[in-house]
């Protein structure tokens, strides 16, 4: 009796648990036959850098002992004005020795400012000198596929990231219409 209760049980339950999964919609996946596949590509802008060198005229300073000419030079001449400005003994020393160090500093800028633009004082020198611009430049990249596939007698279309060969792996739900 205990047997014959378990098969009724069985034979009623089984369908009862199942109808519920049914009635919610069931999943499971198919293969679909792709029928139509088109890469899809998109403009990439980017910059790239070039480098352009030329040969240019350089000047080089020369590093020679500076002359002491200059500075003496502005230092006597200066001692002797500021000698010749002072009335009194303790003015001429003053003024001789102030006159002397201004005079020597005015002598030495003179003299730098002539080495400066003095060409015997220079050697000139060819260097290459480069500079970098950037050029835009744009090339075609695959953004995805347009596929197309059949199913069920019916065509349908999607996009993917990459080429999905003869077949399509397609998930196919069940749901009852309302």
């Known amino acids: 009796m205990l047997n014959l209760r378990a098969k009724t049980v069985a034979k009623f339950a089984l369908p009862a648990l199942l109808v519920p999964s049914l009635a919610l919609g069931?999943?499971?996946?198919?293969?679909?036959?792709?029928?139509?596949?088109?890469?899809?590509?998109?403009?990439?802008?980017?910059?790239?850098?070039?480098?352009?060198?030329?040969?240019?005229?350089?000047?080089?300073?020369?590093?020679?002992?500076?002359?002491?000419?200059?500075?003496?030079?502005?230092?006597?001449?200066?001692?002797?004005?500021?000698?010749a400005v002072g009335h009194k003994k303790r003015n001429k020393q003053v003024g001789t020795v102030v006159g002397a160090l201004l005079g020597g500093s005015i002598g030495a800028d003179i003299a730098r400012d002539h080495r400066r633009h003095d060409?015997?004082?220079?050697?000139?020198?060819?260097?290459?000198?480069?500079?970098?611009?950037?050029?835009?430049?744009?090339?075609?990249?695959?953004?995805?596929?347009?596929?197309?596939y059949v199913y069920g007698g019916e065509t349908y279309s999607t996009r993917m990231n990459r080429d999905p060969g003869q077949y399509l792996r397609v998930r196919v739900s069940v749901r009852p219409a309302e």
Request: glycine content about 8%; some cysteine; proline content about 5%.
């Open 26 to 83: 069931a999943t499971s996946y198919d293969r679909a036959r792709v029928v139509g596949v088109t890469p899809v590509y998109e403009t990439v802008a980017y910059e790239v850098p070039v480098e352009q060198c030329r040969a240019e005229r350089v000047r080089y300073p020369r590093h020679e002992r500076a002359s002491v000419t200059g500075p003496l030079l502005g230092a006597v001449i200066g001692g002797a004005i500021g000698n």
């Open 119 to 148: 060409r015997r004082y220079a050697s000139y020198g060819t260097e290459q000198v480069c500079d970098v611009s950037y050029e835009l430049q744009e090339e075609q990249r695959l953004s995805h596929y347009d596929v197309r």
